[in-house]
């Protein structure tokens, strides 16, 4: 195991302006920033909602930049990442890009990103939060080298109906064949890149990754097709991804749920299981952190789930507890909420206690709002969605569809 | 015995030897698998020169504990002569520190007083933890019946079995350093200088290390079960005992693996080959050499793993043997005296200093010597006429800056120097001499570190946290493979617990 010296930090600068950093301050009319990994990101670079539309109805790109990024490598890359995550990544082919969760000993999730396979045994770990410490901490005994390299590599995230054909405008060439979760090494305008269709709003969508030399001609490059007037293209911010995230059913960690190793409180950590991640945690493959506790969790009835809700009304459960009945008892909590412009309804993620392993019959939340300055209270019937909210055939159609 | 028919026990140490034998007397089919050519580990018989023998790392110890021998049915080695520490003096006034007093030229009648009340104490502490010794550590967090039986026990003998006032005192004084204790005991350096040596040998720590009166009290309970005598017999007793109860041994042939499947051990693959199924594996290694090297990281939680890499396991004592052409001599002992422990650490300050240098990867300038002379009471170890010296050397850190190939020769002319003063012309009687480093020591035996106690014996490594939390209590993370070493509860020297501990542990689960 073997670690890059970190480069210093300048602390004269608190922030670290990204490499599209030029670009971005003349699209943020708003100066409305926002810390994310240590960099001076966007919350909001004009309206959320010119920003969400963005997404939901033409084009939108978002620095990718700040997300930890870790390269892995070495003989023991595939058995290290194996021990690591609760999905089987012998399944991860090179060129594809795999969701996953880890956990602590107590099988408690750490932190979810995605896996890229970018060549054999060459792997790139994407991280919502700093990772190394315990990526270090895991390699005990594993011939891997781990570099950060989150500064090496700049990264836009290009999401939208017209993505595909914004792209394909500004000359990426490969695109057409590109499935859900495939990346190629491709180039645009004469720039080389690394282009994977992922992304975190349910539809169609594209990262780019480059040299931080090659950042700003790859932006322009995209938004020389909004200039040419051929297709909108917009700068979007933090508050509109945690819209359309929360629409296409990602988890957010550290703000759904505590993160384990940072939870004080005994049981305020949650297991995929509790997150309703059942779906990648593999108990046939070899042994994983936490797989022990989760065998152990998994034979006992479960005692509380982090559900996807939509709610009656037109009031948002900001804050809000769930009760098994108008008036009844406690059994929860919202920790996200929007009003969805696309679908028209109120959603929510909960926390919710389990009887026996099983939800209540009946889920309400119970709102405080304002009318006026003056607080009122309403009741709003929950419906439990096991399916993302908004997931448009439009993510998975290869070749994509154009405008 | 219903569940496990068939256990494998790896590495034939002392803790090894008895952990098989309560096995096997139960009816287990055990089988122990030892990489050395001969049993016993660090207690077993070392030979070097040409017809010189020690005890290879054990040199002096105390009997096992009478439970051990009362279970097991074994026959008792005779009892040793009562023995003592001789607190060498270069003037020859030397002290003599023994279970029931201490005399010697020079040490006040105050002192003397201090002495037995002291041993009284401090016997009635050892005593009282023996609670926690004889069992299982319990678990602090989800007990359950049996860890509540042995906390109440516990209290108990620290309520009932000292009494309120030592109960308060053994509070106060239980974290403290030895240091500390012994300036508010006595007056007489070489007194403290001695008993400070004999509590933190062994361990990376000095005299003014906190807690280290809790090492001190180790050492007391092992004084309380008998006399001290030298390492020569334990590893054929202990053999021969497996032996009668039917364990299967195997020397020369290493554990490469051992395997697991599904978190179940199902056995370990060996170095010529074989791989040998059992329903039990129980390792006898430390806990370093068991679960990174024997099980692998792959097999185990990201965290725990962590943290094993992580517990202190570094020795800090080497081991000097000398061969004499004729009996040593030292001004003031008779030939009698020979047989006793004798100690070279003239002060407290001493000691520490001797200890400071290891912190920072060096040899000590002026190291405590621990001398044992087997040969004054086993004539078979030295050709007729010959004597044998088997010296402890603290402090010579396995991380030395230096590097242990320079180092060896270093330690050893330190210990001639030191001996000169002490035994003027012990230089021109040697024969033939050899240094194990901590690094030999690893090499040799297998012990990461080289540690003498498979790690250090401190309270964050101790008690229900030793070797780590989440290991404790005998049993791994892995089902079907236990720990029965100097690696586990209560840890290291000869006193036979870790063995039987882990035995009666594996019992009681497969009676259930």
Same mark, same amino acid.
């Given at each position: 195991m073997t670690m890059e010296k970190p480069a210093m930090h300048n602390f004269a600068q608190v922030l670290e302006p990204s490499p599209f950093h030029d670009r971005i301050v003349a699209h943020t009319l708003t100066q409305n920033w926002a810390e994310w990994n240590g960099y001076q990101t966007v919350r909001v670079a004009d309206t959320v909602a010119s920003e969400y539309f963005a997404v939901r109805s033409s084009c939108s790109v978002m620095d990718l930049t700040p997300m930890e990024k870790y390269r892995i490598t070495g003989p023991d890359a595939l058995d290290f990442l194996n021990r690591l995550v609760t999905r089987?990544?012998? /399944?991860? /082919?090179?060129?594809?890009?795999?969701?996953?969760v880890w956990c602590n000993d107590k099988g408690k999730v750490i932190d979810d990103g995605t896996i890229f396979h970018l060549a054999p045994g060459d792997y790139r770990l994407c991280a919502q939060h700093h990772q190394l410490d315990w990526l270090l901490l895991s390699s005990i005994g594993f011939d891997v080298t781990i570099a950060k390299e989150t500064a090496d590599i700049a990264a836009l995230s290009v999401q939208g109906p017209t993505a595909y054909s914004v792209l394909a405008a500004a000359g990426a060439k490969g695109l057409e064949g590109l499935k859900p979760f495939g990346i190629i090494e491709t180039e645009m305008a004469g720039i080389k890149l690394t282009i994977s269709r992922t992304g975190f709003t349910g539809d169609l969508g594209y990262e780019l990754w480059t040299d931080p030399d090659n950042a700003l001609a790859m932006w322009d490059a995209i938004f020389a097709i909004k200039h040419k007037g051929l297709l909108d293209v917009r700068l979007i911010g933090l508050d509109a991804l945690e819209m359309v995230r929360i629409e296409a059913g990602f988890i957010m960690p550290g703000w759904d749920f505590n993160t384990a190793e940072n939870v004080v409180r005994a049981d305020h950590d949650r297991s995929p299981f509790e997150l309703g991640l059942d779906w990648i945690v593999k108990f046939d493959k070899p042994y994983f952190t936490g797989k022990k506790a989760l065998l152990e969790e998994r034979a006992r009835p479960a005692r509380r789930r982090l559900v996807k809700l939509s709610l009656e009304g037109n009031r948002v459960p900001s804050g809000s507890f769930l009760f098994d009945r108008k008036d009844g008892t406690n059994v929860g909590s919202v920790v996200?909420?929007?009003?969805?412009?696309?679908? /028209?309804?109120a959603l929510a993620y909960g926390d919710v206690e389990l009887t026996k392993g099983a939800l209540p019959d009946q889920l309400w939340a119970e709102i405080y709002y304002q009318k006026e300055l003056k607080w009122r209270l309403a009741w709003a019937k929950c419906t439990v969605h096991s399916a993302p909210f908004w997931q448009h055939e439009r993510r998975s159609k290869t070749p994509p569809l154009t405008s | 015995m219903t569940k496990a028919k068939t256990a494998l026990v790896i590495g034939g140490g002392h803790n090894g030897l008895i952990c098989a034998t309560y096995l096997a007397q139960a009816g287990c089919q055990v089988q122990l698998v030892e990489r050395?050519?001969?049993?016993?580990?660090?207690?077993?018989?070392?030979?070097?020169?040409?017809? !010189?023998?020690?005890?290879?790392?054990?040199?002096?110890?105390?009997?096992?504990?009478?439970?051990?021998?009362?279970?097991?049915?074994?026959d008792a080695p005779a009892p040793a002569p009562a023995s003592a520490i001789i607190a060498l003096s270069?003037?020859?006034?030397?002290? !003599?520190?023994?279970?029931?007093?201490?005399?010697?030229t020079g040490l006040s009648a105050e002192d003397q007083v201090a002495y037995i009340a002291f041993k009284q104490e401090f016997g009635a502490y050892a005593k009282a933890l023996g609670a926690l010794y004889l069992n299982t550590a319990p678990r602090l967090k989800d007990f359950d019946l049996a860890d509540g039986t042995v906390l109440a026990k516990l209290g108990w003998q620290l309520r009932f079995g000292l009494g309120r006032d030592a109960m308060r005192e053994f509070l106060r004084v239980g974290g403290m350093n030895v240091y500390d204790i012994l300036n508010e005991k006595f007056a007489s350096p070489a007194l403290k200088g001695a008993l400070a040596a004999q509590a933190v040998l062994g361990n990376h720590v000095g005299p003014r290390t906190p807690t280290t009166a809790l090492n001190y009290l180790y050492a007391r309970f092992q004084e309380l079960q008998g006399p001290a005598s030298h390492g020569t017999q334990i590893a054929d007793h202990l053999r021969d005992a497996a032996s009668d109860a039917g364990v299967s041994i195997t020397t020369g042939v290493a554990v490469e693996q051992i395997m697991v499947s599904d978190g179940v051990a199902t056995g370990a693959s060996l170095s010529d080959g074989r791989v040998i199924e059992a329903d039990i594996v129980v390792s006898n290694a430390d806990a370093k050499a068991t679960f990174l090297n024997l099980v692998g990281p792959a097999q185990l939680d990201a965290m725990l793993t962590h943290r094993i890499s992580k517990t202190r396991t570094n020795g800090d004592v080497s081991k000097v043997n000398l061969a004499l052409d004729s009996a040593p001599d030292f001004a003031g002992l008779n030939a009698d005296d020979l047989r006793h422990r004798m100690m070279i650490a003239p002060d407290m300050r001493y000691v520490e200093r001797a200890f400071n240098a290891s912190k920072y990867g060096e040899i000590s300038q002026a190291p405590v010597l621990d001398i044992a002379c087997p040969s004054a009471v086993n004539g078979a170890l030295a050709p007729a006429g010959h004597h044998v010296l088997s010296i402890n050397v603290s402090f010579t850190p396995y991380r030395l800056k230096q590097g242990w190939d320079e180092g060896r020769a270093v330690v050893l002319q330190k210990v001639l120097d030191i001996l000169e003063d002490y035994s003027p012309g012990i230089g021109a009687k040697v024969v033939a001499s050899e240094v194990l480093s901590p690094v030999d020591i690893e090499a040799q035996y297998g012990i990461t570190g080289g540690h003498w106690h498979h790690g250090e014996m401190s309270i964050d490594q101790g008690f229900m946290m030793r070797p780590v939390h989440g290991t404790a209590q005998y049993q791994t993370p892995i089902e079907g493979l236990f720990l029965c070493g100097a690696a586990a509860h209560p840890g290291g020297g000869i006193t036979g617990l870790p063995g039987r501990n882990a035995a009666r542990r594996i019992l009681a689960k497969a009676a259930r």
């Open positions: 089987d990544i012998s /399944k991860l /082919k090179p060129g594809r890009v795999m969701y996953a996200a909420h929007m009003w969805s412009p696309i679908l /028209k309804t | 050395r050519d001969t049993v016993g580990g660090g207690a077993a018989l070392h030979h070097f020169g040409e017809g !010189y023998s020690v005890p290879a790392l054990a040199q002096m110890h105390h009997p096992l504990h009478p439970k051990i021998a009362k279970e097991l049915k074994l270069r003037e020859g006034q030397h002290l !003599y520190l023994g279970e029931n007093g201490a005399t010697g």
